[in-house]
C-alpha cells in the first residue's frame, strides 16, 4: 500500500472576533501525495520551476509574496515574465499526481449559525481528515494511509491547540458539524488512516509540499469569495481538487 504526505496550509484568518469584509473566509487545504513520487518526481519539478525562473532554492514559494511581486519575487513586475512564470505555475499542478482537499468556512455564516462559533481552524481540520478517508462505505484497504501530516508553524501556543485539537479526534473521532458532504467518523478509523502526531515546518523552511498547498489555498478561497471559477490559477489547481467544502 502507497504511503502518502499530507501537508496541510490555510489562507485567511481564523479569528472569529473580527471578520474581514474583504476575506470574509477561512480555507484549508491539504495536499496528499505518495512519499515515492513526493521525493523523487515533485520535489525536482518544484525546484526546476524556481530554476527556470531564476529563483533561488532556497526561497520559499509563498502566496502572499508572489501575488504581491514582492523580495525575491519582484521580478514579476514585468509583465512578460510574469505571465510565464503564472503558466508555468499552473501547468506545474496540472502534472501533478496529487490530491488537493479543501475547506473553506464562511466566518460570516458561521457567525450567525451558532450563538458561540466554534473555531474555524478545529471545524475545517475535522471535516478536511473526514473527506481525505474517502466515502464511508469504502474498504479499509482502499483508504489512504497517511504517514505524516505536515502543517507550517503558526506560533507556540497555535500549534499546540492544532496538535491537542488532533489528538481529540484520535480519541473521539471526526464530527460532521452538521455538514451534509462530510460524514463523521469513528476515532478507530482516524488511528487507523492517520499519523500519531502532526509535524510542524517553519515558515522559513523549504518544503514542496507545503508550497504547493499555500499556492492552492489562495484560490480556493478567493474564488468562493468572488464567485468566480474561471480564473486561470483556480482551474490548474480544480485540476487536482479531489473534494472541496463550503460550511455552513
Sequence with gaps: ?????????????????????????????????????????????????????????????????????????AFLKNPERRQAFYKDLNQLFIGLRVRLYAVTIDKRRLGLRYLLPPNPYDVSLSQLLSIICGSPGMLGAYRPNVKRIIAER??????????HQYQVFRRVGLSDYGAADVQSRRSTTVRTVFPRRVEFAGKSKVLAGLELADLAAYPVARAYINQQWDNPAYLAVARRLHTSVVFP
Design 1 to 73: 500500500m502507497t504511503e502518502h504526505n499530507l501537508f496541510i496550509d490555510e489562507s485567511g484568518t481564523h479569528d472569529m472576533n473580527y471578520v474581514d469584509p474583504e476575506f470574509p473566509v477561512f480555507t484549508l487545504v491539504g495536499m496528499l501525495a505518495g512519499e515515492k513520487y513526493y521525493a523523487r518526481s515533485l520535489v525536482p519539478r518544484v525546484k526546476a520551476l524556481k530554476r527556470r525562473h531564476g529563483v533561488d532554492a532556497g526561497t520559499v514559494l509563498h502566496s502572499y509574496d508572489i501575488r504581491r511581486w514582492g523580495g525575491e519575487f
Design 154 to 163: 503558526r506560533g507556540k501556543m497555535q500549534d499546540k491547540s492544532l496538535q
